[in-house]
């Protein structure tokens, strides 16, 4: 059951009482992210830990999840907090299966506000924040118009917040369906530069927001 407690978990919680931000890196690995692409997308990933490791608030409440999508879809690490998680070194490779990606993604976030939720844990409003040089191949079909209109509704619900990169040679138009906000457009690969403002938009959301309580038990 998904509100069964566990007791690595009541002693996370008891550990740390502080309310969470559950943030997905939702990571393009395919074979056209090789070579500098993937060099930098790794850089980018170090930065973030490295930056967001210095705010000891953010380090409390700040929970990272890793998820890739080159070839097949790959959950690199489950929720951690920020002073537990390191960098993974990515491999690019594969075509591109965004939409099984998306909707693996909505699943895992499901899963912990799920744990939230047991444990009375308030949470912010959760990211997923979606990095791609290219436009859903590799999947079947209608998977990505699935992960649409999933994401739509979660967005309209306000049960998750979703940012979409556009590397260079993304497919600018299947993201502006996707994502409910206009795609951002990445210079060159200074994926240095994103994560660090990632990391400091996330250290601005738990100084600032008021986060949601944790939803009532099912009647």
């Not at 906000?181 to 994103?194: H, I, M, S």
Request: with cysteine; proline share 8%.
């Amino acid at each position: 059951m998904a509100d069964t407690i566990r007791v690595d978990e009541a002693v996370e919680f008891a550990e740390n009482p502080e309310p969470r931000c559950p943030c997905v890196l939702l990571l393009d690995t395919s074979k056209s992210m090789r070579g500098e692409a993937i060099n930098a997308l790794n850089q980018g990933m170090l930065a973030f830990h490295d930056d967001l490791v210095k705010d000891a608030l953010a380090a409390r409440r700040v929970e990272v999840a890793t998820i890739t999508f080159g070839g097949d879809v790959k959950v690199i690490h489950d929720f951690l907090p920020v002073d537990a998680f390191s960098a993974p070194t990515l491999k690019a490779g594969g075509l591109t299966p965004m939409g099984t990606g998306i909707l693996t993604s909505l699943d895992l976030l499901e899963s912990r506000k799920s744990v939230y939720k047991a444990h009375g844990v308030p949470y912010y409003r959760p990211w997923i924040f979606m990095i791609t040089d290219g436009k859903p191949k590799g999947e079947p079909e209608g998977t990505i118009e699935n992960a649409v209109r999933r994401l739509h509704e979660a967005e309209g619900g306000k049960r998750v917040a979703f940012f979409s990169v556009a590397v260079k040679g993304a497919y600018i138009e299947k993201l502006r369906e996707i994502s409910v906000r206009p795609p951002v457009y990445l210079e060159g690969l200074n994926f240095v530069e994103l994560f660090v403002w990632l990391s400091r938009s996330t250290q601005q959301v738990v100084h600032s927001q008021v986060p949601l309580p944790p939803p009532s038990p099912e009647v």
